[in-house]
Protein backbone atom coordinates (compact mmCIF):
# COMPACT_ATOMS: atom_id res chain seq x y z
CA UNK A 1 0.00 0.00 0.00
CA UNK A 2 1.43 3.28 -1.32
CA UNK A 3 2.00 6.04 1.43
CA UNK A 4 -0.95 8.37 1.69
CA UNK A 5 0.38 11.87 0.23
CA UNK A 6 1.01 14.75 2.65
CA UNK A 7 -2.30 17.12 2.68
CA UNK A 8 -0.80 20.41 4.47
CA UNK A 9 -4.50 21.63 4.49
CA UNK A 10 -6.53 18.98 5.46
CA UNK A 11 -8.06 19.38 8.69
CA UNK A 12 -7.47 17.49 11.80
CA UNK A 13 -8.34 17.26 14.91
CA UNK A 14 -5.15 19.30 16.32
CA UNK A 15 -6.57 22.49 13.78
CA UNK A 16 -7.85 24.59 16.65
CA UNK A 17 -5.07 23.63 19.11
CA UNK A 18 -3.51 27.37 19.97
CA UNK A 19 0.08 27.90 18.77
CA UNK A 20 0.93 30.98 20.59
CA UNK A 21 2.93 29.25 23.50
CA UNK A 22 5.52 27.83 20.19
CA UNK A 23 5.36 31.41 18.37
CA UNK A 24 6.29 32.94 21.23
CA UNK A 25 9.28 31.14 22.18
CA UNK A 26 10.05 31.48 18.32
CA UNK A 27 10.19 35.25 19.20
CA UNK A 28 11.67 35.13 22.69
CA UNK A 29 15.36 35.21 21.63
CA UNK A 30 14.70 38.33 19.56
CA UNK A 31 12.66 40.46 22.32
CA UNK A 32 15.47 39.57 24.45
CA UNK A 33 18.52 40.32 22.17
CA UNK A 34 16.93 43.61 21.07
CA UNK A 35 17.25 45.07 25.11
CA UNK A 36 20.93 43.53 24.63
CA UNK A 37 21.49 45.46 21.64
CA UNK A 38 19.74 48.77 23.06
CA UNK A 39 21.46 48.34 26.39
CA UNK A 40 25.04 47.83 24.96
CA UNK A 41 24.53 50.77 22.26
CA UNK A 42 23.63 53.44 24.90
CA UNK A 43 20.06 54.14 23.57
CA UNK A 44 19.08 54.44 27.33
CA UNK A 45 21.97 56.56 28.68
CA UNK A 46 21.01 58.55 25.69
CA UNK A 47 17.96 59.73 26.19
CA UNK A 48 17.25 59.10 30.10
CA UNK A 49 17.93 63.22 30.31
CA UNK A 50 15.61 64.17 27.35
CA UNK A 51 13.50 62.69 24.80
CA UNK A 52 15.02 62.56 21.37
CA UNK A 53 14.52 61.95 17.78
CA UNK A 54 15.58 59.01 16.15
CA UNK A 55 17.99 61.43 13.58
CA UNK A 56 19.23 63.10 17.03
CA UNK A 57 20.29 59.26 18.32
CA UNK A 58 21.70 58.34 15.49
CA UNK A 59 23.73 61.58 15.33
CA UNK A 60 25.05 61.00 19.05
CA UNK A 61 25.61 57.34 19.20
CA UNK A 62 27.08 57.52 15.40
CA UNK A 63 24.82 54.74 14.18
CA UNK A 64 23.08 54.63 10.60
CA UNK A 65 19.29 56.16 11.04
CA UNK A 66 17.18 53.15 9.23
CA UNK A 67 18.67 50.50 11.20
CA UNK A 68 18.82 52.22 14.44
CA UNK A 69 15.27 53.59 13.91
CA UNK A 70 14.31 50.12 13.45
CA UNK A 71 15.80 49.05 17.31
CA UNK A 72 14.10 51.99 18.45
CA UNK A 73 10.78 51.32 17.43
CA UNK A 74 11.36 47.46 19.03
CA UNK A 75 11.73 49.17 21.87
CA UNK A 76 8.95 50.73 21.73
CA UNK A 77 7.27 47.94 21.25
CA UNK A 78 8.83 45.84 24.07
CA UNK A 79 7.50 48.69 25.91
CA UNK A 80 11.05 49.76 27.55
CA UNK A 81 10.54 53.48 25.37
CA UNK A 82 7.78 55.46 24.63
CA UNK A 83 7.53 57.54 20.77
CA UNK A 84 5.37 61.16 21.12
CA UNK A 85 5.26 63.00 17.76
CA UNK A 86 8.95 61.37 16.32
CA UNK A 87 10.82 61.63 19.91
CA UNK A 88 11.44 58.85 21.88
CA UNK A 89 11.52 58.94 25.56
CA UNK A 90 12.81 55.91 28.48
CA UNK A 91 9.46 54.22 29.92
CA UNK A 92 10.04 53.64 33.87
CA UNK A 93 11.19 50.60 34.03
CA UNK A 94 14.31 51.18 31.26
CA UNK A 95 15.02 54.58 33.30
CA UNK A 96 15.64 52.67 36.66
CA UNK A 97 16.81 49.18 35.29
CA UNK A 98 18.40 49.63 31.64
CA UNK A 99 20.57 53.02 32.55
CA UNK A 100 24.02 53.14 33.81
CA UNK A 101 23.80 55.96 36.10
CA UNK A 102 20.92 54.11 38.20
CA UNK A 103 22.18 52.30 41.27
CA UNK A 104 18.97 49.33 41.25
CA UNK A 105 20.51 48.84 37.30
CA UNK A 106 20.57 45.65 35.49
CA UNK A 107 23.14 46.34 32.96
CA UNK A 108 25.68 44.30 34.24
CA UNK A 109 24.06 41.15 33.86
CA UNK A 110 22.63 42.21 30.98
CA UNK A 111 26.16 42.91 29.07
CA UNK A 112 27.38 39.42 30.44
CA UNK A 113 24.22 37.77 28.97
CA UNK A 114 24.67 39.24 25.57
CA UNK A 115 28.52 39.00 25.50
CA UNK A 116 28.89 35.45 27.58
CA UNK A 117 25.38 34.13 28.12
CA UNK A 118 23.85 34.36 24.47
CA UNK A 119 26.93 32.66 23.06
CA UNK A 120 27.63 29.74 25.48
CA UNK A 121 23.34 28.75 24.76
CA UNK A 122 24.55 28.90 20.85
CA UNK A 123 26.39 25.61 22.23
CA UNK A 124 22.82 24.19 24.15
CA UNK A 125 22.41 20.80 21.79
CA UNK A 126 26.27 20.02 22.68
CA UNK A 127 26.00 20.63 26.25
CA UNK A 128 23.34 18.31 26.58
CA UNK A 129 25.20 15.64 24.75
CA UNK A 130 28.15 15.79 26.68
CA UNK A 131 27.31 16.89 29.82
CA UNK A 132 29.56 19.92 30.23
CA UNK A 133 30.03 23.77 30.17
CA UNK A 134 31.05 25.56 26.74
CA UNK A 135 33.51 27.76 27.88
CA UNK A 136 36.40 26.20 25.69
CA UNK A 137 33.88 25.60 22.58
CA UNK A 138 33.17 28.84 22.19
CA UNK A 139 36.01 30.80 23.95
CA UNK A 140 38.72 28.61 23.74
CA UNK A 141 38.78 29.03 27.31
CA UNK A 142 40.14 26.23 30.04
CA UNK A 143 40.44 26.38 33.50
CA UNK A 144 37.77 26.78 36.56
CA UNK A 145 34.48 28.59 36.38
CA UNK A 146 35.59 32.17 37.44
CA UNK A 147 38.66 31.63 35.57
CA UNK A 148 36.23 32.50 33.17
CA UNK A 149 33.48 34.53 34.20
CA UNK A 150 36.91 36.53 35.73
CA UNK A 151 39.01 36.60 32.59
CA UNK A 152 39.28 39.94 32.42
CA UNK A 153 39.20 43.22 34.55
CA UNK A 154 36.30 44.09 32.49
CA UNK A 155 34.53 40.86 32.19
CA UNK A 156 35.29 40.84 36.34
CA UNK A 157 33.66 44.16 36.94
CA UNK A 158 30.57 43.55 34.83
CA UNK A 159 29.93 40.01 36.37
CA UNK A 160 29.56 41.47 39.86
CA UNK A 161 27.68 44.36 38.66
CA UNK A 162 25.40 42.08 37.66
CA UNK A 163 25.03 39.74 40.23
CA UNK A 164 24.59 43.55 42.37
CA UNK A 165 21.74 44.21 40.03
CA UNK A 166 20.08 40.78 40.72
CA UNK A 167 20.84 41.01 44.23
CA UNK A 168 18.83 44.52 45.40
CA UNK A 169 15.71 42.49 43.94
CA UNK A 170 16.41 39.48 45.70
CA UNK A 171 18.70 39.85 48.70
CA UNK A 172 15.80 41.82 51.35
CA UNK A 173 13.77 38.98 50.73
CA UNK A 174 16.05 36.62 51.50
CA UNK A 175 16.97 37.78 55.03
CA UNK A 176 13.42 38.38 55.51
CA UNK A 177 12.03 34.82 54.78
CA UNK A 178 13.22 33.37 58.84
CA UNK A 179 14.02 35.44 62.30
CA UNK A 180 17.63 36.19 62.11
CA UNK A 181 17.59 38.11 65.19
CA UNK A 182 19.44 35.47 66.90
CA UNK A 183 22.61 36.18 64.93
CA UNK A 184 25.29 38.80 66.04
CA UNK A 185 27.72 38.28 62.83
CA UNK A 186 27.24 37.23 59.35
CA UNK A 187 30.31 36.01 57.08
CA UNK A 188 29.02 36.06 53.66
CA UNK A 189 30.92 33.62 51.78
CA UNK A 190 31.19 34.32 48.23
CA UNK A 191 29.52 37.66 48.65
CA UNK A 192 30.34 39.37 45.79
CA UNK A 193 29.64 43.01 45.98
CA UNK A 194 28.36 42.15 49.99
CA UNK A 195 24.36 43.16 48.92
CA UNK A 196 22.86 39.76 50.84
CA UNK A 197 25.33 41.05 54.01
CA UNK A 198 23.94 44.93 53.45
CA UNK A 199 20.25 43.71 53.46
CA UNK A 200 20.91 41.72 56.70
CA UNK A 201 22.52 44.27 58.30
CA UNK A 202 19.72 47.01 56.98
CA UNK A 203 17.56 44.19 58.59
CA UNK A 204 18.93 43.60 61.39
CA UNK A 205 20.65 46.51 63.19
CA UNK A 206 22.71 43.98 65.68
CA UNK A 207 24.03 42.12 63.21
CA UNK A 208 27.64 42.84 61.71
CA UNK A 209 28.70 41.47 58.34
CA UNK A 210 32.30 40.40 56.82
CA UNK A 211 32.14 39.18 52.88
CA UNK A 212 34.24 36.99 52.02
CA UNK A 213 35.47 36.45 48.63
CA UNK A 214 38.55 36.00 46.24
CA UNK A 215 41.23 38.94 46.65
CA UNK A 216 40.36 40.25 43.42
CA UNK A 217 36.82 40.48 44.18
CA UNK A 218 37.23 42.43 47.68
CA UNK A 219 39.08 45.47 45.65
CA UNK A 220 35.40 45.99 44.26
CA UNK A 221 33.33 45.11 47.23
CA UNK A 222 35.31 47.37 49.32
CA UNK A 223 33.77 50.21 46.79
CA UNK A 224 30.51 49.08 46.78
CA UNK A 225 30.33 48.79 50.99
CA UNK A 226 31.68 52.46 50.52
CA UNK A 227 28.41 53.76 49.00
CA UNK A 228 26.07 51.31 51.58
CA UNK A 229 25.29 53.78 54.00
CA UNK A 230 25.64 51.29 56.68
CA UNK A 231 28.07 52.03 59.34
CA UNK A 232 32.08 51.31 58.39
CA UNK A 233 32.63 49.46 61.55
CA UNK A 234 29.43 46.54 61.34
CA UNK A 235 30.55 45.56 57.24
CA UNK A 236 34.49 44.52 56.62
CA UNK A 237 35.67 42.27 54.19
CA UNK A 238 38.30 39.25 53.93
CA UNK A 239 39.78 37.91 51.45
CA UNK A 240 40.37 33.78 50.88
CA UNK A 241 39.28 30.89 48.40
CA UNK A 242 36.08 29.56 50.08
CA UNK A 243 37.23 25.53 49.14
CA UNK A 244 41.10 26.39 50.23
CA UNK A 245 41.26 28.94 52.62
CA UNK A 246 39.97 29.14 56.52
CA UNK A 247 36.15 30.74 56.65
CA UNK A 248 35.78 33.86 58.79
CA UNK A 249 34.29 32.73 62.12
CA UNK A 250 30.82 33.67 62.42
CA UNK A 251 27.54 32.81 63.84
CA UNK A 252 26.05 33.01 60.75
CA UNK A 253 27.04 31.74 57.41
CA UNK A 254 25.37 33.22 54.08
CA UNK A 255 26.09 30.99 50.78
CA UNK A 256 23.69 33.16 48.10
CA UNK A 257 23.93 31.59 44.47
CA UNK A 258 26.95 29.94 45.71
CA UNK A 259 25.70 25.79 45.62
CA UNK A 260 24.24 25.87 42.39
CA UNK A 261 27.67 26.66 40.25
CA UNK A 262 28.86 23.22 41.60
CA UNK A 263 28.69 19.39 42.18
CA UNK A 264 27.01 17.78 44.82
CA UNK A 265 30.14 16.55 45.79
CA UNK A 266 31.95 20.37 46.16
CA UNK A 267 28.74 21.40 47.54
CA UNK A 268 28.91 18.54 49.94
CA UNK A 269 32.80 19.41 50.99
CA UNK A 270 32.21 23.54 51.23
CA UNK A 271 28.96 22.74 53.94
CA UNK A 272 31.35 20.30 55.56
CA UNK A 273 33.46 23.49 56.09
CA UNK A 274 30.78 25.87 56.77
CA UNK A 275 29.44 23.04 60.05
CA UNK A 276 32.75 23.31 61.16
CA UNK A 277 33.48 26.96 61.62
CA UNK A 278 30.14 27.63 62.76
CA UNK A 279 29.68 27.38 66.76
CA UNK A 280 27.02 25.23 68.25
CA UNK A 281 23.96 26.66 67.63
CA UNK A 282 24.75 28.69 64.27
CA UNK A 283 23.26 28.91 61.11
CA UNK A 284 23.74 28.37 57.35
CA UNK A 285 21.54 30.67 54.92
CA UNK A 286 21.40 29.60 52.02
CA UNK A 287 19.85 31.76 48.86
CA UNK A 288 19.30 29.93 45.88
CA UNK A 289 16.17 29.34 43.12
CA UNK A 290 14.30 26.16 44.71
CA UNK A 291 13.17 23.65 42.22
CA UNK A 292 9.70 22.26 43.07
CA UNK A 293 9.92 18.72 44.12
CA UNK A 294 8.56 17.17 40.84
CA UNK A 295 11.42 19.29 38.70
CA UNK A 296 8.23 20.96 36.88
CA UNK A 297 8.84 24.49 38.06
CA UNK A 298 9.17 26.72 37.94
CA UNK A 299 10.75 27.72 34.83
CA UNK A 300 12.67 30.56 35.80
CA UNK A 301 14.29 27.64 37.84
CA UNK A 302 14.64 25.13 34.92
CA UNK A 303 16.28 27.82 32.55
CA UNK A 304 18.46 28.88 34.90
CA UNK A 305 19.53 25.31 35.78
CA UNK A 306 20.09 24.44 31.67
CA UNK A 307 22.35 28.14 31.95
CA UNK A 308 24.01 26.17 34.88
CA UNK A 309 24.61 23.47 32.29
CA UNK A 310 26.51 26.09 29.70
CA UNK A 311 28.56 27.87 32.39
CA UNK A 312 29.16 25.86 35.36
CA UNK A 313 29.37 21.83 36.86
CA UNK A 314 26.06 22.95 39.03
CA UNK A 315 22.72 22.77 39.17
CA UNK A 316 19.63 24.42 40.07
CA UNK A 317 18.17 22.31 43.11
CA UNK A 318 14.88 21.17 45.25
CA UNK A 319 14.46 21.22 48.76
CA UNK A 320 14.67 17.83 49.02
CA UNK A 321 18.71 17.86 47.44
CA UNK A 322 19.15 20.60 49.74
CA UNK A 323 18.35 18.82 52.75
CA UNK A 324 19.98 15.86 51.93
CA UNK A 325 23.17 18.21 51.41
CA UNK A 326 23.24 20.03 54.31
CA UNK A 327 21.87 16.72 56.68
CA UNK A 328 24.96 15.03 55.24
CA UNK A 329 27.40 17.68 56.55
CA UNK A 330 25.48 17.56 60.06
CA UNK A 331 22.73 20.10 60.35
CA UNK A 332 19.69 19.60 61.31
CA UNK A 333 16.00 21.92 61.45
CA UNK A 334 16.26 22.20 57.91
CA UNK A 335 13.85 25.07 56.56
CA UNK A 336 12.79 26.37 52.78
CA UNK A 337 11.05 29.72 52.05
CA UNK A 338 9.89 30.48 48.85
CA UNK A 339 10.07 34.17 48.28
CA UNK A 340 8.97 35.64 45.58
CA UNK A 341 11.62 37.22 44.98
CA UNK A 342 14.63 36.34 42.20
CA UNK A 343 15.81 33.95 44.84
CA UNK A 344 14.18 31.69 47.51
CA UNK A 345 15.95 30.91 51.22
CA UNK A 346 17.20 27.71 53.34
CA UNK A 347 18.14 27.86 56.82
CA UNK A 348 19.68 25.10 58.36
CA UNK A 349 21.47 24.81 62.31
CA UNK A 350 24.16 23.44 63.52
CA UNK A 351 23.26 21.20 66.64
Known amino acids: MKDQPFTPYAADQHETLDSSPVIDLIEAFRRSKAMFAAVSLGVFDTIE ?22 LLDACVGLKLLRKNDG ?16 HRALIGYILYSNDVLFRLWGHLEDAVREGTSRWEQEFGANGGIFDNFFRSPEAKATFLRGMHGFGLLSSPKVVDAFDLSEFRLMA ?19 LHAVIFDLPDVVEITEGYLDKSGLPAERMSVAAGDFFRDPL ?33 GGAVLIAEKLLDQQKTGPSSALLQSLNMLVCTEGRERTLSEYRQLVEAAGFEQ ?10 DAVIAKKP
Open 87 to 102: SYANEPVASVYLCRRS
Open 248 to 280: PKADLIALGRILHDWSDMKVGKLLTKVFETLPS
Open 334 to 343: VEGRITGAYL
Open 49 to 70: DAPATADKIASVLQLPLQSLER
Open 188 to 206: DVGGGTGHLAMAACSRYTN
